[in-house]
Protein backbone atom coordinates (compact mmCIF):
# COMPACT_ATOMS: atom_id res chain seq x y z
CA UNK A 1 0.00 0.00 0.00
CA UNK A 2 1.41 3.42 -0.93
CA UNK A 3 0.29 6.58 1.22
CA UNK A 4 -0.29 10.31 -0.36
CA UNK A 5 -0.91 12.57 2.95
CA UNK A 6 -2.52 16.11 1.86
CA UNK A 7 -1.49 18.68 4.48
CA UNK A 8 -2.40 22.49 4.68
CA UNK A 9 -0.39 26.07 5.69
CA UNK A 10 -1.11 29.62 6.09
CA UNK A 11 -4.96 29.84 6.01
CA UNK A 12 -7.74 27.27 6.43
CA UNK A 13 -10.09 27.41 2.84
CA UNK A 14 -7.52 26.85 0.80
CA UNK A 15 -8.82 23.54 -1.05
CA UNK A 16 -7.56 20.51 0.47
CA UNK A 17 -10.29 18.52 -0.03
CA UNK A 18 -10.24 19.08 -3.77
CA UNK A 19 -6.58 19.18 -4.32
CA UNK A 20 -6.51 15.71 -2.28
CA UNK A 21 -9.76 14.85 -4.78
CA UNK A 22 -7.95 15.76 -7.50
CA UNK A 23 -4.68 13.69 -7.05
CA UNK A 24 -7.12 10.83 -6.80
CA UNK A 25 -8.28 11.50 -10.30
CA UNK A 26 -5.35 12.08 -11.58
CA UNK A 27 -3.54 8.60 -10.27
CA UNK A 28 -6.99 6.67 -11.19
CA UNK A 29 -6.70 7.85 -14.96
CA UNK A 30 -2.73 6.38 -14.60
CA UNK A 31 -4.76 2.80 -14.02
CA UNK A 32 -4.16 2.76 -9.77
CA UNK A 33 -6.97 2.05 -7.49
CA UNK A 34 -7.09 4.98 -5.00
CA UNK A 35 -9.14 5.14 -1.78
CA UNK A 36 -9.23 7.91 0.73
CA UNK A 37 -9.30 8.98 4.36
CA UNK A 38 -10.08 11.94 5.85
CA UNK A 39 -8.67 13.27 9.12
CA UNK A 40 -10.34 15.55 11.05
CA UNK A 41 -9.02 17.04 14.35
CA UNK A 42 -11.79 17.74 16.41
CA UNK A 43 -13.62 16.23 19.41
CA UNK A 44 -16.48 15.58 17.82
CA UNK A 45 -16.79 11.71 17.40
CA UNK A 46 -18.67 12.55 13.77
CA UNK A 47 -20.28 15.62 11.93
CA UNK A 48 -23.60 14.53 12.65
CA UNK A 49 -24.43 17.05 15.57
CA UNK A 50 -22.60 20.26 14.00
CA UNK A 51 -24.28 23.02 12.52
CA UNK A 52 -23.57 23.59 8.69
CA UNK A 53 -22.54 27.11 9.27
CA UNK A 54 -19.95 26.00 11.79
CA UNK A 55 -18.43 22.87 9.61
CA UNK A 56 -20.79 23.18 6.27
CA UNK A 57 -23.24 20.25 5.36
CA UNK A 58 -23.31 16.95 6.62
CA UNK A 59 -22.70 14.09 4.19
CA UNK A 60 -23.93 10.98 5.04
CA UNK A 61 -22.64 7.69 3.73
CA UNK A 62 -24.30 4.13 2.64
CA UNK A 63 -23.48 3.10 5.91
CA UNK A 64 -25.36 5.56 7.95
CA UNK A 65 -21.93 7.65 8.56
CA UNK A 66 -22.24 11.15 9.37
CA UNK A 67 -18.73 12.50 8.12
CA UNK A 68 -17.05 15.63 7.08
CA UNK A 69 -17.89 16.99 3.41
CA UNK A 70 -15.01 16.50 1.56
CA UNK A 71 -16.18 12.71 1.67
CA UNK A 72 -17.89 13.60 -0.36
CA UNK A 73 -15.99 15.45 -2.60
CA UNK A 74 -13.86 11.88 -2.99
CA UNK A 75 -16.98 10.13 -3.86
CA UNK A 76 -18.32 12.26 -6.76
CA UNK A 77 -14.80 12.70 -7.97
CA UNK A 78 -13.61 9.35 -7.80
CA UNK A 79 -17.11 7.24 -7.83
CA UNK A 80 -16.62 5.24 -5.12
CA UNK A 81 -18.19 4.22 -1.52
CA UNK A 82 -16.55 5.24 1.50
CA UNK A 83 -17.45 3.98 5.31
CA UNK A 84 -17.55 5.91 8.08
CA UNK A 85 -14.59 4.26 9.47
CA UNK A 86 -13.08 6.60 6.21
CA UNK A 87 -13.74 9.95 8.26
CA UNK A 88 -11.20 9.89 11.15
CA UNK A 89 -11.67 12.37 14.04
CA UNK A 90 -9.82 12.92 17.42
CA UNK A 91 -13.79 11.59 18.93
CA UNK A 92 -13.52 8.60 17.69
CA UNK A 93 -9.32 7.84 18.46
CA UNK A 94 -10.32 8.93 22.35
CA UNK A 95 -13.28 7.14 22.23
CA UNK A 96 -11.05 3.77 20.99
CA UNK A 97 -8.43 4.15 23.63
CA UNK A 98 -10.32 4.86 26.36
CA UNK A 99 -12.26 1.88 25.40
CA UNK A 100 -9.39 -0.42 25.44
CA UNK A 101 -8.24 1.22 28.72
CA UNK A 102 -11.40 0.61 30.60
CA UNK A 103 -11.27 -2.94 28.85
CA UNK A 104 -8.07 -3.77 30.20
CA UNK A 105 -6.03 -3.86 27.10
CA UNK A 106 -3.39 -1.48 28.77
CA UNK A 107 -3.62 -2.85 31.96
CA UNK A 108 -0.52 -1.74 33.76
CA UNK A 109 0.62 0.88 31.76
CA UNK A 110 -0.05 4.67 32.21
CA UNK A 111 -2.04 5.32 28.85
CA UNK A 112 -0.42 8.40 27.20
CA UNK A 113 -0.50 10.41 23.54
CA UNK A 114 2.54 8.96 22.49
CA UNK A 115 2.54 5.79 21.83
CA UNK A 116 -0.84 4.76 22.36
CA UNK A 117 -2.88 7.47 20.88
CA UNK A 118 -0.69 7.68 18.25
CA UNK A 119 -0.16 3.98 17.65
CA UNK A 120 -4.37 4.06 17.44
CA UNK A 121 -4.20 6.52 14.89
CA UNK A 122 -1.26 4.60 12.56
CA UNK A 123 -3.33 1.16 13.42
CA UNK A 124 -6.49 2.44 12.16
CA UNK A 125 -5.11 4.20 8.59
CA UNK A 126 -3.73 0.67 8.28
CA UNK A 127 -6.93 -0.98 9.00
CA UNK A 128 -9.06 1.13 6.82
CA UNK A 129 -6.71 1.66 3.97
CA UNK A 130 -7.27 -1.75 2.63
CA UNK A 131 -10.76 -1.98 2.61
CA UNK A 132 -12.12 -1.88 -1.00
CA UNK A 133 -14.16 1.17 -1.88
CA UNK A 134 -14.47 0.57 -5.76
CA UNK A 135 -16.58 -2.23 -5.92
CA UNK A 136 -13.28 -4.81 -6.88
CA UNK A 137 -11.74 -6.98 -4.54
CA UNK A 138 -8.52 -6.47 -2.52
CA UNK A 139 -6.87 -3.46 -1.20
CA UNK A 140 -6.48 -0.35 -3.32
CA UNK A 141 -3.01 0.42 -4.73
CA UNK A 142 -2.96 4.48 -3.39
CA UNK A 143 -4.61 5.82 -0.19
CA UNK A 144 -5.17 9.60 -0.20
CA UNK A 145 -4.80 11.04 3.50
CA UNK A 146 -6.11 14.46 4.13
CA UNK A 147 -5.21 15.99 7.38
CA UNK A 148 -7.86 19.02 8.19
CA UNK A 149 -7.24 21.88 9.81
CA UNK A 150 -3.56 24.20 9.10
CA UNK A 151 -0.35 23.16 10.08
CA UNK A 152 -0.14 24.99 14.12
CA UNK A 153 -2.96 24.00 15.14
CA UNK A 154 -3.27 22.99 18.39
CA UNK A 155 -5.64 19.89 18.05
CA UNK A 156 -4.13 18.24 14.98
CA UNK A 157 -0.85 18.02 17.18
CA UNK A 158 -1.54 13.94 18.08
CA UNK A 159 -2.15 13.58 14.80
CA UNK A 160 0.86 15.05 13.18
CA UNK A 161 3.25 13.11 15.35
CA UNK A 162 1.21 10.05 14.60
CA UNK A 163 1.73 10.61 10.91
CA UNK A 164 5.51 11.13 11.68
CA UNK A 165 5.94 7.92 13.05
CA UNK A 166 3.55 6.17 10.17
CA UNK A 167 5.87 7.55 7.50
CA UNK A 168 8.65 5.36 8.93
CA UNK A 169 6.59 2.38 9.84
CA UNK A 170 5.49 2.14 5.75
CA UNK A 171 9.33 2.99 4.79
CA UNK A 172 10.71 5.20 2.22
CA UNK A 173 8.90 4.61 -1.14
CA UNK A 174 5.38 4.21 0.53
CA UNK A 175 4.93 7.57 1.87
CA UNK A 176 4.63 10.68 -0.12
CA UNK A 177 4.07 14.59 1.22
CA UNK A 178 2.20 17.15 -0.94
CA UNK A 179 1.31 20.22 0.90
CA UNK A 180 -1.01 22.86 0.18
CA UNK A 181 0.02 26.26 0.68
CA UNK A 182 -0.62 29.73 -0.10
CA UNK A 183 1.56 31.69 -2.29
CA UNK A 184 -0.50 35.77 -1.95
CA UNK A 185 0.13 38.51 -4.10
CA UNK A 186 0.02 42.14 -2.06
CA UNK A 187 -2.10 44.38 -3.89
CA UNK A 188 0.14 47.69 -2.86
CA UNK A 189 3.44 45.36 -3.86
CA UNK A 190 1.91 43.62 -6.81
CA UNK A 191 4.27 40.38 -6.55
CA UNK A 192 3.79 36.69 -5.74
CA UNK A 193 5.22 36.09 -2.04
CA UNK A 194 6.74 32.91 -0.90
CA UNK A 195 7.29 34.15 2.99
CA UNK A 196 4.11 32.47 4.60
CA UNK A 197 4.48 29.28 2.51
CA UNK A 198 8.23 29.14 3.98
CA UNK A 199 6.84 29.49 7.26
CA UNK A 200 4.50 26.73 7.15
CA UNK A 201 7.48 24.30 5.34
CA UNK A 202 9.42 25.33 8.36
CA UNK A 203 6.77 24.38 11.35
CA UNK A 204 6.23 21.57 9.37
CA UNK A 205 9.55 20.64 9.67
CA UNK A 206 10.00 20.97 13.13
CA UNK A 207 6.98 18.78 13.82
CA UNK A 208 8.59 16.14 12.12
CA UNK A 209 7.62 15.96 8.76
CA UNK A 210 9.36 16.80 5.00
CA UNK A 211 7.13 17.63 2.46
CA UNK A 212 7.90 15.75 -0.86
CA UNK A 213 5.71 17.80 -3.12
CA UNK A 214 4.14 21.69 -3.10
CA UNK A 215 1.00 22.34 -4.21
CA UNK A 216 0.74 26.35 -4.12
CA UNK A 217 -2.65 28.11 -4.42
CA UNK A 218 -2.67 31.39 -6.04
CA UNK A 219 -4.44 33.66 -8.02
CA UNK A 220 -2.58 33.24 -11.36
CA UNK A 221 0.23 30.84 -11.87
CA UNK A 222 3.08 31.11 -10.17
CA UNK A 223 6.37 32.82 -11.75
CA UNK A 224 9.66 31.07 -12.73
CA UNK A 225 11.64 32.89 -10.04
CA UNK A 226 8.84 32.14 -7.47
CA UNK A 227 8.93 28.65 -7.77
CA UNK A 228 12.60 28.54 -7.64
CA UNK A 229 12.78 30.73 -4.80
CA UNK A 230 10.24 28.31 -2.99
CA UNK A 231 12.10 25.61 -4.52
CA UNK A 232 15.53 27.05 -2.58
CA UNK A 233 13.97 28.03 0.87
CA UNK A 234 11.32 24.98 1.12
CA UNK A 235 14.22 22.25 0.10
CA UNK A 236 10.98 20.57 -2.63
CA UNK A 237 13.01 20.24 -6.21
CA UNK A 238 11.65 22.73 -8.87
CA UNK A 239 9.75 20.14 -10.80
CA UNK A 240 8.15 18.81 -7.36
CA UNK A 241 6.40 22.12 -7.47
CA UNK A 242 3.20 22.86 -8.57
CA UNK A 243 0.77 26.01 -9.09
CA UNK A 244 -2.93 25.65 -8.40
CA UNK A 245 -4.29 28.74 -9.13
CA UNK A 246 -7.83 30.08 -9.20
CA UNK A 247 -10.23 28.40 -12.17
CA UNK A 248 -14.17 28.93 -12.59
CA UNK A 249 -14.73 25.36 -12.64
CA UNK A 250 -12.99 22.96 -9.83
CA UNK A 251 -12.88 20.02 -12.91
CA UNK A 252 -10.39 21.55 -14.29
CA UNK A 253 -7.52 20.79 -11.08
CA UNK A 254 -7.01 17.13 -11.95
CA UNK A 255 -6.14 19.22 -15.24
CA UNK A 256 -3.91 21.57 -14.20
CA UNK A 257 -2.08 18.71 -11.91
CA UNK A 258 -1.51 16.42 -15.27
CA UNK A 259 0.02 19.65 -17.09
CA UNK A 260 2.62 19.87 -14.92
CA UNK A 261 2.87 16.35 -14.67
CA UNK A 262 2.04 15.70 -10.89
CA UNK A 263 1.65 11.85 -11.30
CA UNK A 264 5.19 11.52 -12.51
CA UNK A 265 6.39 13.37 -9.41
CA UNK A 266 4.12 11.54 -7.04
CA UNK A 267 5.28 8.67 -8.93
CA UNK A 268 9.08 8.77 -8.17
CA UNK A 269 8.30 9.21 -4.64
CA UNK A 270 6.18 6.59 -4.17
CA UNK A 271 8.54 4.21 -6.87
CA UNK A 272 5.21 3.57 -9.19
CA UNK A 273 6.81 4.78 -12.34
CA UNK A 274 7.04 0.64 -13.40
CA UNK A 275 3.01 0.34 -13.05
CA UNK A 276 1.94 3.89 -13.89
CA UNK A 277 0.39 4.59 -17.73
CA UNK A 278 -0.07 7.51 -18.81
CA UNK A 279 -3.47 9.57 -17.62
CA UNK A 280 -6.65 8.75 -19.45
CA UNK A 281 -8.72 12.10 -18.74
CA UNK A 282 -10.56 12.21 -21.98
CA UNK A 283 -14.12 12.13 -20.37
CA UNK A 284 -13.07 14.36 -17.77
CA UNK A 285 -11.53 16.88 -20.33
CA UNK A 286 -14.94 16.65 -22.19
CA UNK A 287 -17.23 17.18 -19.22
CA UNK A 288 -14.83 20.37 -17.87
CA UNK A 289 -14.88 22.11 -21.16
CA UNK A 290 -18.39 21.28 -21.65
CA UNK A 291 -18.99 22.68 -18.54
CA UNK A 292 -17.00 25.75 -19.36
CA UNK A 293 -18.89 26.18 -22.91
CA UNK A 294 -22.75 26.45 -21.63
CA UNK A 295 -24.08 29.37 -21.89
CA UNK A 296 -28.46 28.69 -21.98
CA UNK A 297 -29.40 29.39 -18.11
CA UNK A 298 -31.43 27.72 -16.47
CA UNK A 299 -32.06 29.59 -13.00
CA UNK A 300 -33.18 27.07 -9.87
CA UNK A 301 -33.97 28.59 -6.34
CA UNK A 302 -33.01 26.91 -3.46
CA UNK A 303 -35.09 28.02 -0.55
CA UNK A 304 -33.27 27.06 2.42
CA UNK A 305 -32.11 28.39 6.05
CA UNK A 306 -28.10 28.39 5.45
CA UNK A 307 -28.71 30.42 2.40
CA UNK A 308 -25.91 32.73 3.19
CA UNK A 309 -22.95 29.29 3.16
CA UNK A 310 -23.05 27.95 -0.05
CA UNK A 311 -20.81 24.55 1.82
CA UNK A 312 -24.32 23.65 3.91
CA UNK A 313 -25.52 22.74 0.85
CA UNK A 314 -22.73 21.19 -1.09
CA UNK A 315 -23.95 18.43 -2.33
CA UNK A 316 -27.00 20.00 -3.28
CA UNK A 317 -25.16 22.40 -5.88
CA UNK A 318 -22.92 19.53 -7.45
CA UNK A 319 -26.20 17.55 -8.00
CA UNK A 320 -27.89 20.31 -9.29
CA UNK A 321 -24.40 20.96 -11.57
CA UNK A 322 -24.11 17.42 -12.62
CA UNK A 323 -27.75 17.55 -14.46
CA UNK A 324 -27.65 20.92 -15.82
CA UNK A 325 -24.31 19.66 -17.32
CA UNK A 326 -26.20 16.85 -18.56
CA UNK A 327 -29.35 18.94 -20.16
CA UNK A 328 -26.01 21.46 -21.86
CA UNK A 329 -27.82 24.31 -19.72
CA UNK A 330 -25.79 27.27 -17.32
CA UNK A 331 -26.50 26.65 -14.16
CA UNK A 332 -27.88 29.98 -12.26
CA UNK A 333 -28.82 29.40 -8.81
CA UNK A 334 -30.48 32.09 -6.87
CA UNK A 335 -30.54 31.55 -3.31
CA UNK A 336 -33.82 32.38 -1.56
CA UNK A 337 -33.68 32.86 2.54
CA UNK A 338 -36.54 30.91 3.37
CA UNK A 339 -37.64 33.69 6.09
CA UNK A 340 -37.71 36.11 4.14
CA UNK A 341 -40.48 34.61 1.91
CA UNK A 342 -42.55 35.01 5.20
CA UNK A 343 -45.37 37.60 6.59
CA UNK A 344 -43.52 38.71 9.46
CA UNK A 345 -39.95 39.74 7.74
CA UNK A 346 -42.92 41.89 4.97
CA UNK A 347 -43.62 44.11 8.49
CA UNK A 348 -39.84 43.84 9.65
CA UNK A 349 -37.95 44.39 6.43
CA UNK A 350 -40.20 44.49 3.40
CA UNK A 351 -37.32 45.21 1.23
CA UNK A 352 -35.56 41.87 1.82
CA UNK A 353 -39.46 40.17 1.57
CA UNK A 354 -39.93 41.99 -2.00
CA UNK A 355 -36.25 41.00 -2.81
CA UNK A 356 -37.24 37.04 -1.91
CA UNK A 357 -40.36 37.11 -3.35
CA UNK A 358 -38.60 38.82 -6.82
CA UNK A 359 -35.43 36.12 -6.86
CA UNK A 360 -38.15 33.08 -6.28
CA UNK A 361 -40.98 34.30 -9.46
CA UNK A 362 -37.93 34.68 -11.36
CA UNK A 363 -36.70 31.22 -11.86
CA UNK A 364 -37.43 28.28 -13.54
CA UNK A 365 -37.65 25.55 -11.19
CA UNK A 366 -37.93 25.38 -7.20
CA UNK A 367 -35.39 23.10 -4.61
CA UNK A 368 -35.81 22.84 -0.70
CA UNK A 369 -33.27 21.02 0.55
CA UNK A 370 -33.79 19.30 3.90
CA UNK A 371 -32.64 20.87 7.28
CA UNK A 372 -33.59 20.99 10.97
CA UNK A 373 -35.36 23.37 13.36
CA UNK A 374 -38.54 25.45 12.49
CA UNK A 375 -36.58 29.13 11.29
CA UNK A 376 -37.86 29.57 7.76
CA UNK A 377 -40.34 26.61 7.76
CA UNK A 378 -42.99 28.59 6.97
CA UNK A 379 -41.13 30.24 4.42
CA UNK A 380 -40.70 26.97 2.55
CA UNK A 381 -44.49 26.20 2.90
CA UNK A 382 -45.46 29.25 1.06
CA UNK A 383 -42.13 28.19 -1.87
CA UNK A 384 -44.12 25.25 -2.34
CA UNK A 385 -47.38 26.37 -2.60
CA UNK A 386 -46.16 28.64 -5.07
CA UNK A 387 -44.51 26.23 -6.70
CA UNK A 388 -47.89 24.12 -7.11
CA UNK A 389 -50.10 26.66 -7.77
CA UNK A 390 -48.00 28.25 -10.49
CA UNK A 391 -46.77 24.69 -12.09
CA UNK A 392 -43.66 25.54 -11.19
CA UNK A 393 -40.81 22.16 -11.12
CA UNK A 394 -40.34 21.80 -7.92
CA UNK A 395 -38.00 19.63 -5.55
CA UNK A 396 -38.66 19.04 -1.92
CA UNK A 397 -35.42 16.80 0.00
CA UNK A 398 -35.97 15.42 2.91
CA UNK A 399 -37.07 18.18 4.60
CA UNK A 400 -38.02 19.57 1.76
CA UNK A 401 -40.71 16.75 0.78
CA UNK A 402 -42.24 17.17 4.51
CA UNK A 403 -43.18 21.20 4.06
CA UNK A 404 -44.76 20.01 0.47
CA UNK A 405 -46.95 17.45 2.42
CA UNK A 406 -48.08 19.98 4.95
CA UNK A 407 -48.49 22.67 2.99
CA UNK A 408 -51.12 19.70 0.60
CA UNK A 409 -52.81 19.34 3.53
CA UNK A 410 -53.42 22.83 4.59
CA UNK A 411 -54.37 24.39 1.21
CA UNK A 412 -56.15 21.15 -0.43
CA UNK A 413 -57.67 19.73 2.32
CA UNK A 414 -58.50 23.20 4.22
CA UNK A 415 -56.43 21.77 7.65
CA UNK A 416 -55.04 24.94 8.82
CA UNK A 417 -53.50 23.87 11.49
CA UNK A 418 -51.74 20.88 9.51
CA UNK A 419 -48.07 20.91 10.72
CA UNK A 420 -45.38 18.67 11.68
CA UNK A 421 -44.92 17.60 15.66
CA UNK A 422 -41.40 19.12 15.01
CA UNK A 423 -42.46 22.57 15.06
CA UNK A 424 -45.98 22.13 16.51
CA UNK A 425 -46.31 19.02 18.80
CA UNK A 426 -49.86 20.38 19.70
CA UNK A 427 -50.93 20.37 16.07
CA UNK A 428 -54.53 18.99 15.62
CA UNK A 429 -53.27 17.61 12.19
CA UNK A 430 -50.03 16.15 12.76
CA UNK A 431 -49.19 15.51 8.81
CA UNK A 432 -45.31 14.66 10.36
CA UNK A 433 -44.63 12.81 13.39
CA UNK A 434 -41.38 11.20 14.99
CA UNK A 435 -40.54 8.20 14.20
CA UNK A 436 -41.37 5.61 16.43
CA UNK A 437 -37.57 4.22 16.30
CA UNK A 438 -35.65 7.82 17.04
CA UNK A 439 -34.42 8.59 20.25
CA UNK A 440 -35.72 11.95 22.35
CA UNK A 441 -32.53 12.37 24.88
CA UNK A 442 -29.79 10.98 22.21
CA UNK A 443 -28.98 13.49 19.01
CA UNK A 444 -25.96 11.81 17.90
CA UNK A 445 -26.55 9.14 15.52
CA UNK A 446 -29.81 8.53 16.22
CA UNK A 447 -31.87 9.37 13.32
CA UNK A 448 -32.86 6.83 10.15
CA UNK A 449 -29.28 7.04 8.42
CA UNK A 450 -27.39 5.45 5.33
CA UNK A 451 -28.92 3.56 2.16
CA UNK A 452 -32.35 2.14 1.74
CA UNK A 453 -34.59 0.88 -0.26
CA UNK A 454 -37.33 2.50 -1.66
CA UNK A 455 -39.68 0.59 -3.61
CA UNK A 456 -41.89 1.98 -6.45
CA UNK A 457 -45.69 1.48 -6.29
CA UNK A 458 -47.13 4.06 -8.36
CA UNK A 459 -45.46 2.46 -11.78
CA UNK A 460 -46.21 5.14 -14.41
CA UNK A 461 -44.81 8.03 -11.93
CA UNK A 462 -42.43 10.26 -13.14
CA UNK A 463 -40.18 9.32 -10.48
CA UNK A 464 -40.24 5.68 -11.31
CA UNK A 465 -39.66 6.75 -15.08
CA UNK A 466 -36.78 8.87 -14.16
CA UNK A 467 -34.83 5.93 -12.27
CA UNK A 468 -35.26 3.52 -15.31
CA UNK A 469 -38.95 1.94 -14.45
CA UNK A 470 -36.87 -0.20 -11.37
CA UNK A 471 -38.39 -1.88 -9.01
CA UNK A 472 -36.66 -0.01 -5.96
CA UNK A 473 -33.77 2.08 -5.42
CA UNK A 474 -30.88 2.87 -2.67
CA UNK A 475 -30.90 5.86 -1.56
CA UNK A 476 -29.67 7.48 1.57
CA UNK A 477 -31.44 8.92 4.36
CA UNK A 478 -31.03 11.52 7.35
CA UNK A 479 -34.29 11.83 9.36
CA UNK A 480 -36.18 11.40 12.39
CA UNK A 481 -39.36 12.80 11.44
CA UNK A 482 -41.60 11.10 8.43
CA UNK A 483 -45.22 11.37 6.72
CA UNK A 484 -47.94 10.29 9.80
CA UNK A 485 -49.38 7.09 8.21
CA UNK A 486 -52.70 7.68 9.63
CA UNK A 487 -52.91 10.51 6.90
CA UNK A 488 -52.17 8.98 3.97
CA UNK A 489 -55.45 7.34 2.70
CA UNK A 490 -56.87 11.28 3.05
CA UNK A 491 -53.75 12.60 1.22
CA UNK A 492 -53.96 10.12 -1.71
CA UNK A 493 -57.33 10.75 -1.65
CA UNK A 494 -57.19 14.46 -2.24
CA UNK A 495 -54.82 13.87 -4.86
CA UNK A 496 -51.24 13.67 -3.50
CA UNK A 497 -49.57 10.44 -4.88
CA UNK A 498 -47.10 8.37 -2.94
CA UNK A 499 -44.89 7.27 -5.46
CA UNK A 500 -42.50 4.86 -3.18
CA UNK A 501 -42.54 3.51 -0.10
CA UNK A 502 -40.05 1.53 2.14
CA UNK A 503 -40.33 -2.44 2.25
CA UNK A 504 -43.34 -2.29 5.22
CA UNK A 505 -45.27 0.37 2.95
CA UNK A 506 -45.87 2.43 6.37
CA UNK A 507 -42.73 4.51 5.48
CA UNK A 508 -43.30 6.81 2.66
CA UNK A 509 -40.20 8.04 0.42
CA UNK A 510 -41.70 10.05 -2.43
CA UNK A 511 -44.51 12.04 -3.47
CA UNK A 512 -45.54 13.10 -6.49
CA UNK A 513 -48.87 15.43 -8.15
CA UNK A 514 -49.75 13.40 -11.33
CA UNK A 515 -51.52 16.56 -12.40
CA UNK A 516 -48.18 19.02 -12.26
CA UNK A 517 -45.60 19.14 -14.57
CA UNK A 518 -42.93 18.18 -12.19
CA UNK A 519 -44.08 18.22 -8.22
CA UNK A 520 -41.77 15.71 -6.73
CA UNK A 521 -40.84 15.08 -2.69
CA UNK A 522 -38.07 13.03 -1.57
CA UNK A 523 -37.78 11.76 1.82
CA UNK A 524 -34.00 10.41 0.73
CA UNK A 525 -31.55 12.63 -0.21
CA UNK A 526 -30.44 11.94 -3.99
CA UNK A 527 -28.00 14.84 -3.99
CA UNK A 528 -25.29 12.25 -2.04
CA UNK A 529 -25.08 9.92 -4.42
CA UNK A 530 -24.95 12.08 -7.97
CA UNK A 531 -21.96 11.96 -9.55
CA UNK A 532 -19.99 14.10 -12.45
CA UNK A 533 -20.59 11.67 -15.11
CA UNK A 534 -24.30 10.16 -13.93
CA UNK A 535 -26.40 12.89 -12.66
CA UNK A 536 -29.08 11.49 -9.51
CA UNK A 537 -32.49 10.54 -11.79
CA UNK A 538 -34.33 13.52 -9.62
CA UNK A 539 -31.93 16.41 -10.50
CA UNK A 540 -32.16 15.49 -13.79
CA UNK A 541 -35.65 15.65 -13.76
CA UNK A 542 -35.53 18.92 -12.20
CA UNK A 543 -34.02 20.56 -14.47
CA UNK A 544 -35.22 18.85 -17.53
CA UNK A 545 -38.29 19.86 -16.33
CA UNK A 546 -37.03 23.38 -15.57
CA UNK A 547 -35.68 23.62 -19.12
CA UNK A 548 -38.84 22.01 -20.91
CA UNK A 549 -37.48 18.79 -21.57
CA UNK A 550 -38.78 16.67 -19.13
CA UNK A 551 -40.60 14.54 -21.95
CA UNK A 552 -37.55 13.64 -23.79
CA UNK A 553 -35.91 12.56 -20.64
CA UNK A 554 -38.41 10.38 -19.35
CA UNK A 555 -39.96 8.89 -23.12
CA UNK A 556 -37.12 6.17 -24.61
CA UNK A 557 -39.10 5.37 -27.21
CA UNK A 558 -38.68 8.58 -28.83
CA UNK A 559 -35.46 8.90 -28.24
CA UNK A 560 -33.76 6.44 -31.41
CA UNK A 561 -35.58 9.24 -33.51
CA UNK A 562 -33.49 12.03 -32.64
CA UNK A 563 -29.89 9.96 -32.47
CA UNK A 564 -29.44 10.26 -36.15
CA UNK A 565 -26.86 12.69 -37.49
CA UNK A 566 -25.81 13.47 -40.46
CA UNK A 567 -23.08 16.15 -39.50
CA UNK A 568 -20.84 13.38 -37.87
CA UNK A 569 -20.33 11.72 -34.23
CA UNK A 570 -23.06 12.94 -31.67
CA UNK A 571 -22.95 12.40 -27.90
CA UNK A 572 -26.24 10.92 -25.99
CA UNK A 573 -26.82 11.28 -21.75
CA UNK A 574 -27.31 7.77 -20.54
CA UNK A 575 -28.86 7.60 -17.22
CA UNK A 576 -27.07 10.99 -16.68
CA UNK A 577 -23.95 9.69 -18.33
CA UNK A 578 -22.27 10.70 -21.49
CA UNK A 579 -21.64 8.12 -23.92
CA UNK A 580 -19.78 9.00 -27.51
CA UNK A 581 -21.39 7.72 -30.70
CA UNK A 582 -19.53 6.51 -33.47
CA UNK A 583 -20.55 6.90 -37.07
CA UNK A 584 -23.09 9.90 -36.00
CA UNK A 585 -25.14 7.09 -34.51
CA UNK A 586 -25.46 7.69 -30.78
CA UNK A 587 -24.51 4.77 -28.43
CA UNK A 588 -27.86 4.27 -26.47
CA UNK A 589 -27.74 1.54 -23.73
CA UNK A 590 -30.87 0.44 -22.22
CA UNK A 591 -30.67 0.35 -18.27
CA UNK A 592 -33.76 -2.16 -17.60
CA UNK A 593 -34.92 -1.37 -21.21
CA UNK A 594 -34.71 2.48 -20.63
CA UNK A 595 -32.34 5.21 -21.18
CA UNK A 596 -32.76 8.68 -20.12
CA UNK A 597 -31.86 9.78 -23.69
CA UNK A 598 -30.86 13.64 -23.63
CA UNK A 599 -29.47 14.17 -26.84
CA UNK A 600 -26.45 16.54 -26.65
CA UNK A 601 -27.66 19.07 -28.91
Known sequence: MKYVLVTGGVVSGLGKGVTASSIGVLLKACGLRVTSIKIDPYLNTDAGTMSP?????????????EVDLDLGNYERFLDIKLTRDNNITTGKIYQHVIAKERKGDY??????????????????IERVAVIPVDGEEGPADVCVIELGGTIGDIESAPFIEALGQFSYRVGPGNFCLVHVSLVPVLNVVGEQKTKPTQHSVRGLRGLGLTPDILACRSTKALEDNVKEKLAQFCHVPLEYIFTLYDIPNIWHIPLLLKEQ?????????????????EPSLGEWTSRAELCDNLHVPVRIAVVGKYTGLSDAYLSVLKALLHASVACRKKLVVDWVPACDLEKETEKENPDAYKAAWKLLKGVDGVLVPGGF????VEGKILAAKYARENKIPFLGICLGMQIAVIEFARSVLSLHDANSTEFKPETKHPCIVFMP??????MGGTMRLGSRKSFFNVKDSKSAKLYGNKSFVDERHR???EVNPDMVERLEKAGLSFAAKDETGKRMEIIELPNHPFFIGAQFHPEFKSRPGKASPLFLGLIAASCGELDTVMNPAAVPQHLISSNGPKNVFVNGTLKKSPNGVADVRYNNGYCNGLYTR
Open 437 to 442: EGSRTH
Open 479 to 481: HRY
Open 53 to 65: FEHGEVFVLDDGG
Open 373 to 376: GDRG
Open 107 to 124: LGKTVQVVPHVTDAIQDW
Open 261 to 277: KAHLAISKVLNLASILK
